[in-house]
Structures are given as C-alpha cells and as structure tokens.
C-alpha cells in the first residue's frame, strides 16, 4: 500500500477550465455582472461576488426522454394504506409520482455562481477605454526598460550563455584538433596490450611518444576556455509612454443634495477604480469646489463633508492653474470631469464659459460633465423645458461647436449606464478617422 | 486488562497522521481479505484538501482529464454550494485503476478514514476488480495513461486547431456519450494502452504514403458504380448501429482525422464509465456492506472504541436512510441503502433462514456461508440481474414497496402492485427494469444514410411508453450530429410494434462549423 500526501500539490487545476467556462458563457457572465453592478455598492464592487447567469447559455442537452406524456411508473417504498388496485388522484402539477423527473434532475433553473474580484471587474471594464489616448500627442516622457542584445565576452555568471558558450568551445576543440578522449583511451589500451606481449618495442616507443604528445595537446588546449564564454548582453532601452491625467471637478456647495452628493461621488469612484486598474500611468487630479475650488486628495474628496455658494468657474480657474504649473499640453493628455448640480451663481454663466471655450477645451482630450438630479426630477426627463443654468451655458457651448459630453443623471441605477456611454470603447469611430 | 484493551487500540480520538493511516490499512486488510476473503488490487491512497476534492469532482473524478468548459462549470456550481453550505463533500472518491486510488480528505477523523478506507479501498476496490462488468469493459491497468494520453493529445489539438473548433467537436461529442457505448460485448478485449501507439501508427502511415501526384492524377469521369442492394450497404456500414458515436467516428465523411479521435477518446472514456451506471447499487451496496462487516469486527475485536463505533453508526446510518415516498426529503430509491439491505438479507437468507426464504431461495437458503454466496453475486450480476435475482419477499415487505403507473390516459395514478403475495414477482421484475440502462437510456439507432441521394442520414427513436424525447434537447444534439455528420440528420419518433411515427426531426448543418 503506497500512502500520498497531494495536498501540496498545486491548487487551482481547473483554472483553465473555468477559463474556457468564462469565454463560453461571456456574453451572459457580462450582462449579469452589469446588473448586479447597479444593484450594489460601490465599494462592493471591488469585491466580486456572485452573480446568476440563466442556464440555458451553459446547457449540455443529451438525448433524454422527457417528463411529460406517456406512461411512467414508479417503485416507491413506505407504503402504509394502499392495496393492488387502489387509485390515487393525480397531485397537482401534472407530475406523476413524488419523484417524477427527481433523477435527471437537469436544472432550467437559472446558474449561479462566484466570480472573483479580478474576474468581475475585468469583465465589468472590459470595453471601456479614455478616448483618444495619445492621439492627439505624441507620447513624450519615456521609462526606461532592458532589451536583449546580442552577446559579451564579459558579464555577471547569471547572464552565462552557456548554450553559446559550448558551442564555441567545441567549434574551438575541433579546430585546434584537441585530441577525442576516446582517442587516448584507444592509444593506452593498445600500449597496455603491447605491453602485455612484450612485442616490438620500436613500435611501442612510437604510440608513447604519440600518446606523450596527444596528452601534451590536450593539456594546451582546454576542453573550456575563458575565450569561449559568452554572456547574455541587455541594453537600456527607453519606451514611450503615454501620460494622462484626469481632472475630477466635482461641486459640493449647499444646493447639492445628499442624494446628488452621493450621485457623483459613485460617478467618481467608478471612473477611480477603472482608471486605476487600466491604466498605469494616468494621474488623477481631485478639485472640488463651493464658491471657491481646492485641490484635494482622494481621502478629502470622496468624504470630507463642505458647504457654500456656487462658482464654477472657480474649478475651472483651479484646474487652469494645476494645468499651466504641473501638466503642460505639450505632454500630457488631459481629461477632466465634471458633475454639478446644475446651479451656478447667475454672474458666472459667461466667465464659465469663456474659461471653458477659451482655455479647458483646447488643451482637453475630452470634457464630460455630468449632471445630478434629485430623484424627484425623474418625471420631468422627457421634458426638455427644465434646464439648469449650468446646462444650457455648456448647451450654448455644445452648439458653437466644442468637443463636450454631457449627460443627467437621477438615479443611482442610471450611473453605470451612463458612465457606460461616457467611457465606451469607440473602435468603430477612431476606425474610420483613421485614413 | 484495561492495559491490554488500550494496546489494541488502533487509536484514540480524531487526530491521525501516515503512520495511523498504515496500521488501519493492515488491520483493515487482516479483515478483509482474511475473514472475508476479498480480493482487491493494491492500494493507492492519497491525502487530499477540500479544493482538490472539488476539483476531483469537476472532472468527474478522474485524477486527470482533459480541458473543457463544462467542468469548470460543474467546478463552479459546486465550489458556490459548498462555500454556502448546501452541500456537504463526499469523504472519499475511488478510482478503478491498477493501484487502485482511493482519495481521502484531510478533515476526515480517524474513525472516518478508517470508514473511508474499508469502504472504498476495500469494498469497491474488490468489486472493481472482479465484477464481470468491469473485467469485460473497463480496463484498470490502462485507464491512468490513456487519460494522460487523452489530455495531451486534446492539448495539442487545441494549439494546432483553435480552441473554438475542438470545443466544438468536444461538445457534440459530449452530447452524444451517452450514446457513444457498446452495450453488447464484442471480440476484441479493451486495451487502452494500445491506443496511444495505434494513433501514432495511423498518423505515421498517413505522412509515409502521403503522394502529393495524386492530387494531379486526371479522375475519370465518374464510373458508373455498381448499385449496392440496401442489406450490402447496411451490412458495410454496421447498421442499423446503436453507438451514435461510433458510427459517426467510422463513417462521418466530413471529419477530420483528429477529429474522429477526439470522438474516440470520449466514447473510450464514456465505455469506461458504462459498467459504473450499471452496478450503482451493487457498487455501493458491495462497499457499504464491507465497510458495515468490517467495522464491526474491528470493534468486535476491540481494536477500535465505543466512542468511534458510535461515530462510524451515525455515519453509517446517515448513508444508508431511506425516506419514504411521503417524505418532503424523498429522492427515489437510495442505491447506499437498497444494495445494503439486499446484501444483508443475503446474509439472513444464507444463516438463518425462514421457510419462505427456502422456497424462493433454495439455492442459497441456509448455506451457512454468506460471503461465498455475497463474492459470488458480486462477481456475476448487475443491479438489474441482481434485483429480479435476490429481492426477497422478506425485504419488500420490509420497504413496504409499491407499484405506481401514471398513465395520461386514466384520469388518476393507479396502484399496480404492492407487497403481497400476488405483487411479489411483478415488484420485482418492474424495479429490475428502472435498473436496466438500455431500458431507462431511450433507444436511438442510426437506421439508414442516402448514399445515393443527398447523404441524408436517418436515426430512428423507438419510444418506450409513449414517452417522447425532451424536444429542445432533442433538436439541439441533433443539431451538433449534423455538423459532425457533415449533411441533413433526421431523427424520428418510432413506435417499435406499430410503425407508427409520432415526430420527426430535421437538423441541417451550419457550412461554417467545421
């Protein structure tokens, strides 16, 4: 009897099949993992979690009968009253017996299961993308990287190529003509024979000499040399990189609700947790504003709670200055986005929107503003004739011709649609921009 | 005295470690194949975690198995039941194999392994090796490279091929395993270490006698080929054949070479489960039995506590719990406790029997000697045989079975049988056939190809009480036996007296699949 300890061994040997399940079933794995997003908390979302695909994508159907119609018959145990004869009337539900169907028990039930957090939000991000990314600018600031180059004759004994090494040890041998080993060996033994009979000792004489002076090259010529080592050689290269950075204007002055606070702060952690997962090299910039902007960091932006008046064209200033001092056009991509409520002190409409027209778009890749509103205003989305200041000022923009984005949203469930739009990948249009 | 009692102990409370695992393997060993006189391959086990069960259990149990989606589906509905709770893990997987592996969980006490160890590497391993089933289509000494074999040769496929397009043969030939087996026994003995040199030598005979001139050679205009009769072209092709899978590995015209030995690995592997469908309830009833026989001597013989022998009854009895029909946990019939009462009623009828058992059972009643007559039917019988053979009057009235037909055409359910002395013989003979897989598997037959025609092929269901195939299914594997067929599939619904057709199928291939 042979006793084997497996536990081990290697976990994680069905990885490749729950692989090929995920590929499979992707399209449904994807609309479930959308769904289950609006359903939960942001900070959830980092979490993965269990989502429930219809089972009908993932069926193996065989040739079975099925459990309806026809003549079924069962052997049941535990019988208490009935005798050969009796008649039962048929349970409700059209089955047969209690286990009618119970043994092929091939669920059309709906399949669940537990993603992980890098599955789900991979397949959550899957098609979304900052557009133009280093279209506009030819990526500028370079890291540096090592590239294989070619071969050295010196080196650290890690980068030993000993493949290369042997072969020039041997194309050396060979053309030195140090003697084979075998050779030698054929040389003594034929003298220890000639030895042996005592035989002619001229001839023997000979084969020492020769075997003298085989042993002599061999000596001479080693059977590795220093010459013959080779060393893997790297060289610093240096990659392009394209750097971006993303501006989060977001408004927290008094006339935004909790639920709108709310409303964008989900906006912004979702657009946190996808650039920082696709994106190594993309800076996030936090501004957030009342009657006067403040750049923040992420602790301060996402919680820290602020009350006052409205001016935008405050974080506009803020993001204008940020701009000039730390990220010049030149050599950055620039994104920003913003989410307001809407409102903005009557005597900054123009200023807003001479900064925006004169000096944001211009240097930015892309501009989406978001607008929240309280749950209320739900009814009224069909209607066009509610609009915030703030929105018919970037409205009167948007028809003069500036690159803007803009949605309103209401309702939490509406975000990652939303975010959806403002993010999707645009394959088919840079496509066809491309000549 | 106590002193002597303690030494005998195998071992105390639940810890255990490999050297325990060994002394219980002796002591278990001493038992079973001394006073019972098993005799089983040698013994392989193996200590695994929850996850690697888990795994096992994808895979069908298999230590190794090629890659496909479908079990890191079952991998995943599996894992999300157990992380709830919903279900507990088996204690132990069995492989029939030469060794014979037994897998063991880590968590398991040492009552529990030592349960584990009796019924598995004991119990199954001695009806693995000489149950007729098993020794006619399985063979244990080859199955563990085959599957190496099968897994490297699908890997391959799939860097050479595209994942796409051998997941798409594989899920057609997953469809069709149960379909893919040979229930008659034919004359050549499966040998499944020669398989993997038999693939070889084709693909080697393959590039020797490739000429490209012949694709150069001019062909003569299609010579008028004598008309075969129909029996001729029935009888070339092996029809009318019942192994869907062999006959489209055999005769599809469209499949490429590696495709039809992906089709031959699944129907290889699905052969070796076949006799594992056949035998549930003798395989388990077999195991439960020993383990039951064992542990009670091993108690008996003091070499295990009160305490444990507890612990191994609570197991023991929660195996073997049948609810009855009217019970909300009723699943059907518990193979664990059916194989495990029959077989200790064999025991009673052997040692203690009644007049009744001496006339239905006069060959065996009073023999005194029950593991002979127990060996004996552990070799020679299948669940189906073995229920129209030993199902005693005693037991059935002890399960208090009846008999129930739902028939659509009555307006209520009717009690046919019960466990009287008229109903004796027909409960029987009706629970032998929900045992029998060609019975309980429906009947589908490849009848007949259109040479001449547009290659149609015609596959006949021959329905069984009016029972008709599950539609969707149905049209969906038939679908998939287009694409490997290459052409239009029909498949109708037959009633075997009359002739009569109550369905029909039609699948056509899609052009793009292969």
Redesign the interface.
């Known amino acids: ?7 081990l ?1 290697p ?1 994680g ?2 990885l ?10 992707k399209a449904q794995i994807q609309r479930a993992v959308r769904q289950t997003a609006g359903d939960r908390d942001i900070t959830d979302l980092e979490r993965g979690g ?1 989502v429930t695909i219809p089972a009908d994508g ?10 309806e ?12 009253r ?9 349970p409700p539900g059209g089955g ?5 169907g ?2 092929n028990g091939e669920g059309e039930d709906d ?4 993603l992980t957090r890098d599955e789900f939000l991979d397949l959550f991000l899957d098609d979304l993308e900052l557009p133009d990314l280093a279209k506009r600018r030819v990526a500028t600031v370079e890291t540096q990287g090592l590239r294989r180059a070619g071969y050295t004759v010196t080196g650290s004994p890690v980068n030993l190529a000993l493949l290369r090494s042997m072969r020039n040890a041997l194309s050396r041998r060979i053309a030195m003509r140090r003697p084979k080993p075998q050779e030698l060996l054929r040389l003594e033994e034929e003298i220890e024979r000639l030895e042996k009979q005592e035989g002619s000792s001229e001839h023997l004489t000979a084969l020492r000499q020769e075997l003298e002076q085989l042993r002599l090259r061999t000596k001479r010529f080693p059977y590795i040399d220093p010459l013959d080592l080779r060393y893997r050689r790297f060289e610093p290269i240096s990659r392009p990189v394209a750097q971006a950075v993303m501006f989060c204007l977001m408004d927290v002055s008094g006339s935004m609700t909790e639920h709108m606070k709310d409303l964008a702060k989900r906006f912004y952690m979702l657009l946190y947790i996808f650039l920082t997962r696709r994106y190594k090299h993309v800076e996030i910039v936090f501004i957030r504003h009342t009657h006067e902007a403040k750049e923040v960091d992420e602790e301060t932006f996402f919680n820290s709670p602020e009350t006052g008046g409205t001016v935008v064209s405050s974080a506009l200033r803020e993001m204008q200055r940020i701009v000039e001092e730390r990220y010049s056009p030149d050599a950055w991509n620039i994104y920003a986005a913003q989410a307001s409520d809407g409102d903005n002190s009557p005597n900054d409409g123009s200023t807003s929107a001479a900064l925006l027209r004169d000096v944001i778009l211009p240097v930015c890749q892309y501009y989406a503003y978001l607008e929240v509103g309280s749950d209320s205003d739900r009814m009224q989305t069909g209607f066009i004739n509610h609009k915030t200041s703030l929105w018919q000022t970037y409205e009167t923009l948007q028809e003069q011709g500036a690159h803007l984005a803009m949605r309103k949203v209401n309702h939490r469930r509406e975000i990652y649609p939303v975010f959806r739009e403002l993010f999707r990948r645009r394959d088919a249009e840079a496509g066809a921009r491309v000549p | 005295m106590s002193v002597m009692e303690h030494e005998k102990l195998l071992f105390q409370g639940a810890d255990w470690d490999f050297g325990l695992i060994q002394r219980i393997h002796d002591a278990i060993e001493k038992i079973g194949v001394g006073e019972m006189g098993l005799d089983v391959y040698p013994n392989q086990i193996e200590v695994i975690t929850a996850e690697q069960m888990l795994d096992a259990y994808a895979s069908i149990g298999m230590p190794l198995f090629y890659k496909h989606w479908s079990f890191g589906k079952r991998f995943a509905l599996h894992e999300a039941s157990y992380r709830q709770g919903f279900m507990g893990l088996a204690y132990e997987i069995v492989i029939n194999s030469n060794p014979c592996i037994s897998y063991i969980m880590e968590e398991n006490t040492a009552t529990m392994q030592t349960l584990v160890i009796a019924h598995a590497a004991f119990g199954h391993n001695h009806f693995f090796k000489n149950n007729y089933l098993f020794q006619e289509w399985t063979d244990a000494d080859g199955i563990l490279d085959y599957l190496e074999f099968a897994k490297g040769y699908i890997t391959r496929c799939e860097e050479r091929y595209g994942h796409a397009a051998v997941e798409r043969v594989l899920d057609a030939a997953h469809a069709l395993m149960s379909h893919g087996v040979h229930r008659y026994p034919r004359k050549k003995r499966p040998d499944l270490r020669s398989e993997e040199r038999r693939e070889k030598e084709r693909h080697l005979h393959q590039e020797q006698t490739f000429n490209d001139l012949w694709r150069t050679v001019p062909t003569k205009g299609a010579a008028a080929k004598p008309q075969l009769s129909d029996e001729r072209r029935r009888a070339l092709l092996e029809l009318p054949q019942e192994n869907l899978l062999y006959f489209l590995e055999k005769s599809a015209p469209r499949l490429q070479p590696w495709q039809r030995e992906i089709l031959r690995i699944v129907r290889q592997i699905a052969q070796y489960f076949y006799p594992q469908r056949q035998t549930k309830v003798m395989n388990e009833g077999c195991a439960t039995y020993c383990h039951y026989h064992i542990m009670t001597r091993l108690h008996e013989t003091g070499q295990i506590s009160d305490g444990s022998f507890l612990e191994f009854l609570q197991s023991h009895t929660n195996v073997t719990r049948q609810p009855e029909f009217d019970d909300p946990h009723y699943g059907g019939i518990n193979p664990y406790a059916l194989g495990f009462d029959m077989m200790q009623d064999i025991e009673r009828i052997c040692t203690k029997p009644t007049a009744e058992d001496r006339e239905w059972f006069p060959e065996i009643a009073g023999t005194g000697d029950a593991m002979a007559v127990l060996r004996d039917v552990w070799a020679n019988y299948r669940d189906e045989s073995f229920i129209s053979q030993y199902l005693s009057p005693h037991l059935m009235r002890q399960w208090r079975m009846f008999h129930l037909v739902d028939d659509p055409d009555r307006p209520d359910l009717r009690i046919e049988a019960i466990h009287d002395e008229r109903g004796y013989r027909r409960l029987r003979r009706s629970l032998s056939r929900h045992y029998d897989v060609g019975w309980s598997d429906p009947d589908i037959q490849v009848i007949d190809v259109d040479l001449a025609g547009d290659r149609r092929l015609i596959l006949h269901h021959h329905v069984l009480n009016r029972t008709l195939l599950h539609k969707d299914d149905a049209q969906r594997v038939l679908q998939m036996v287009a694409n490997l067929w290459g052409y239009a599939v029909v498949l109708k619904e037959v009633e075997p007296a009359t002739g009569a057709i109550f369905q029909e199928h039609v699948a056509h291939p899609h052009e793009t699949l292969f």
Do not use: C, W
């Open positions: 009897m042979y006793i084997i300890d497996r536990r061994n976990g040997k069905s490749a099949n729950r692989q090929r399940f995920l590929r499979r079933a269990e993932v069926r193996e159907p065989s040739f079975r009968r099925s459990n119609g026809g003549v079924h018959d069962h052997i049941l145990p535990g019988n208490k009935f005798i050969e004869g009796d008649t039962i009337d048929r047969g017996g209690s286990s009618a119970g043994d399949f669940r299961f537990a």
